[in-house]
């Protein structure tokens, strides 16, 4: 992802819009990113191509819009399924 640190960067954080959210960590030398997709969906995200994960990203961190190019490859992009849920204590 884009390079971190710069001065017109806000702070990390959770970002949320339409439906979804995208998470930033700043690792110092990059930022690391995340969002959230449907269950089930991976397939179609990924049929989808980058090009929508960018806009997605843009749309909702829209000061990284001129730095989603640095997504160019399907290498860069992980899953990682998470479940919630309730306990009685």
């Not at 949320?16 to 995340?34: E, K, P, T, Y």
């Not at 090009?51 to 829209?62: L, V």
Request: proline share 6%.
């Amino acid at each position: 992802m884009p390079e971190a640190g710069e001065e017109t960067d806000p702070a990390p954080g959770i970002f949320v819009s339409d439906g979804g959210w995208h998470v930033l960590h700043n690792r110092g030398i990059d930022w690391q990113a995340g969002c959230t997709i449907p269950k089930g969906s991976y397939a179609r995200v990924r049929a989808g191509g980058l090009d929508a994960i960018r806009r997605s990203t843009a749309r909702r961190i829209p000061w990284l819009a001129d730095r989603v190019d640095a997504l160019r490859d399907w290498t860069q992009v992980s899953m990682l399924a998470v479940e919630s849920s309730r306990l009685r204590r």
